[in-house]
């Protein structure tokens, strides 16, 4: 079920350009050639999945300085036994990893992102990570999880010095799709009221 959601995911999504595409394309390929390669033990390369979590008003992201990276990530990893969509795994892990809850999401990937793991279990391994926008509806207090050093909210505008060019795009990206999101929720000025 994961495997064929994951296609659907990929199939169905509108890629912003034509590096994304070429991505979508090679996440395909590897998923019509390797029946195991939703799993952390696929190599050389396996799909995860991840969300960039925003507050309320859409200003600020919940990033993870990750125990194993080292550096400040978006959440997310590997999918799970018990996970049936890529969007689910994502919130999934979301949640995990930031104890928050009323989380929200965007079914609609934001970004793909393929990249090398160099430490930890998976090191030598790609991911293929398929990137999600969660919105943190309720409270954000959140809970330091195992997997991290620290959590901490930051203004999209003021993220912290060495961040990876990756987690720059996928903020630059969900900012972008905030907008339009906010442009659909808006009623129309020339409509009468």
């Excluded at 995860?48 to 979590?53: G, H, I, K, P």
């Excluded at 391994?125 to 620290?150: I, R, Y």
């Excluded at 010095?161 to 808006?186: P, Q």
Aim: proline residues 4%; charged residues 20%; contains cysteine.
């Amino acid at each position: 079920m994961l495997l064929r959601d994951a296609v659907g995911t990929l199939e169905g999504w509108g890629a912003p350009d034509e590096g994304q595409g070429e991505l979508r394309e090679h996440y395909l390929r590897h998923l019509a050639e390797r029946p195991d390669g939703m799993w952390r033990s696929c190599r050389p390369e396996h799909v995860t999945s991840s969300a960039l979590v925003v507050d309320a008003s859409g200003s600020q992201v919940l990033l993870t300085l990750h125990k194993t990276v080292g550096r400040w990530l978006q959440l997310g990893g590997h999918c799970e036994a018990g996970d049936t969509t890529l969007a689910g795994a994502a919130l999934r892990e979301a949640a995990e990893e930031s104890g928050l809850t009323g989380l929200t999401m965007d079914r609609s990937p934001v970004q793909l992102s393929r990249h090398q793991l160099l430490a930890g279990g998976c090191a030598g391994a790609f991911h293929l990570d398929v990137q999600f926008l969660v919105t943190a509806t309720g409270e954000t207090d959140f809970v330091v999880s195992e997997e991290s050093h620290d959590l901490a909210w930051f203004a999209m505008d003021a993220l912290p010095d060495g961040i990876d060019h990756t987690v720059a795009t996928l903020v630059d990206k969900a900012r972008h799709r905030l907008a339009l999101i906010s442009r659909a929720a808006a009623p129309d000025a020339n409509t009468p009221a």
